[in-house]
């Protein structure tokens, strides 16, 4: 088995990780101080069962949907309907049973291209926040959901990229990505992630095996360098770990 990152919850599989996570998330959702709770959704295929789990019978009437606000850690500069646009993935997933109130779904503006795009992002980060500067004390986020690429990027944070030294802003335009699809993106900063109660990284299936060993080698991958002011977990299949 693979040495897996620290405070690593081992699932059996990926509908096992689909429920924990949902299970995280109520939690979260249900101990957040304010009231709103603010979650910030990852993209990619991993989390499409989490989300479409949350709009199921079981857990939709579990959810408080007037509550939550949902933002996006990074999109593909697409439009919205496109099969790359992980807007539109969040809201197949979501479907016509998860009760969000349409102001709630706060989508990154990618028809406005990566550059213009990330600046108009922060701005609707920065007016829901209600100041410019993040204050350690106050996190952005309730919760951050996250993937692992299996080159060891997550949201559209890549290796090698100038989005990484990014410390001030709150977006960044990455217009070159670092693996398919190759196209322009927008992510959220690691000072935007950090600025969170908690983070959830979803791993499954032997395709992570590698960005893992890395993680687990020491390598400078970009996932290592997440942080939270809270616990930073990871649900992880048997599969990805190899165990
Ligand atoms: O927009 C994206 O693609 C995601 O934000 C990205 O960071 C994703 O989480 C990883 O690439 C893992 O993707 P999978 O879940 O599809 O393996």
């Given at each position: 088995m693979i040495p897996l990152p620290p405070n690593t919850e081992l699932t059996a599989d990926a509908e096992a990780t689909a429920r924990a996570a949902a299970e995280h998330l109520l939690t979260i959702a249900g101990s957040a101080p304010g009231d709103r709770v603010a979650i910030c959704l990852s993209g990619g295929s991993t989390p499409k069962r989490l989300y479409a789990l949350l709009a199921s019978p079981g857990f939709v009437e579990r959810v408080p949907w007037a509550r939550i606000h949902w933002f996006f850690g990074d999109d593909r500069?697409?439009?919205?309907?496109?099969?790359?646009?992980n807007v539109r993935m969040v809201r197949e997933a979501f479907g016509h049973a998860a009760p969000v109130p349409a102001t709630h779904l706060h989508f990154i503006p990618s028809d406005k291209g990566a550059e213009a795009g990330a600046r108009a992002y922060e701005r609707v980060l920065q007016d829901f926040y209600g100041a410019d500067r993040l204050d350690p004390n106050r996190p952005l986020f309730d919760l951050v959901l996250l993937g692992l690429g299996s080159?060891?990027?997550?949201a559209s944070l890549?290796?090698?990229?100038?989005?990484?030294?990014?410390?001030?802003?709150?977006v960044a335009p990455?217009?070159?990505?670092?693996?398919?699809?190759?196209v322009p993106r927008i992510t959220l900063t690691f000072p935007a992630l950090a600025s969170s109660r908690s983070v959830l990284f979803l791993v499954n299936g032997a395709g992570k095996r590698e960005p893992l060993q890395r993680l687990a080698n020491g390598?400078?991958?970009?996932?290592?360098?997440v942080e939270s002011a809270g616990r930073v977990t990871w649900y992880v299949d048997r599969e990805a770990a190899a165990a």
């Amino acid at each position: 088995m693979i040495p897996l990152p620290p405070n690593t919850e081992l699932t059996a599989d990926a509908e096992a990780t689909a429920r924990a996570a949902a299970e995280h998330l109520l939690t979260i959702a249900g101990s957040a101080p304010g009231d709103r709770v603010a979650i910030c959704l990852s993209g990619g295929s991993t989390p499409k069962r989490l989300y479409a789990l949350l709009a199921s019978p079981g857990f939709v009437e579990r959810v408080p949907w007037a509550r939550i606000h949902w933002f996006f850690g990074d999109d593909r500069v697409v439009p919205w309907d496109d099969p790359l646009s992980n807007v539109r993935m969040v809201r197949e997933a979501f479907g016509h049973a998860a009760p969000v109130p349409a102001t709630h779904l706060h989508f990154i503006p990618s028809d406005k291209g990566a550059e213009a795009g990330a600046r108009a992002y922060e701005r609707v980060l920065q007016d829901f926040y209600g100041a410019d500067r993040l204050d350690p004390n106050r996190p952005l986020f309730d919760l951050v959901l996250l993937g692992l690429g299996s080159d060891g990027h997550t949201a559209s944070l890549f290796p090698g990229k100038p989005a990484l030294a990014e410390r001030e802003a709150w977006v960044a335009p990455v217009p070159e990505a670092g693996m398919e699809p190759f196209v322009p993106r927008i992510t959220l900063t690691f000072p935007a992630l950090a600025s969170s109660r908690s983070v959830l990284f979803l791993v499954n299936g032997a395709g992570k095996r590698e960005p893992l060993q890395r993680l687990a080698n020491g390598e400078d991958l970009p996932a290592r360098h997440v942080e939270s002011a809270g616990r930073v977990t990871w649900y992880v299949d048997r599969e990805a770990a190899a165990a």
